[in-house]
């Protein structure tokens, strides 16, 4: 599959790519980037540890996917 992964410059760049395409911003090593909704969960059941990216009352958060991996 092409593309599965598209890194961003900034956490509000991908949590803004992810809306207007119906995808998933996350933090991934550190970087952010843009997932399809599938490719977000197949990370999860694969136990891949990241975070997902939002913005709540102004503030970009994080949210971890598999918070016993940590």
Do not use: W
Request: glycine share 2%; proline share 3%; charged share 25%.
């Amino acid at each position: 599959m092409k593309n599965r992964i598209a890194e961003s410059k900034t956490a509000r760049e991908a949590i803004a790519c992810a809306a207007a395409k119906d995808m998933a911003a996350v933090l991934l090593n550190g970087k952010p980037a843009v997932v399809s909704q599938k490719e977000a969960e197949r990370m999860e059941v694969a136990e891949v540890y990241f975070a997902y990216l939002y913005v709540h009352e102004g503030k970009v958060v994080t949210i971890p996917a598999n918070r016993n991996h940590a």
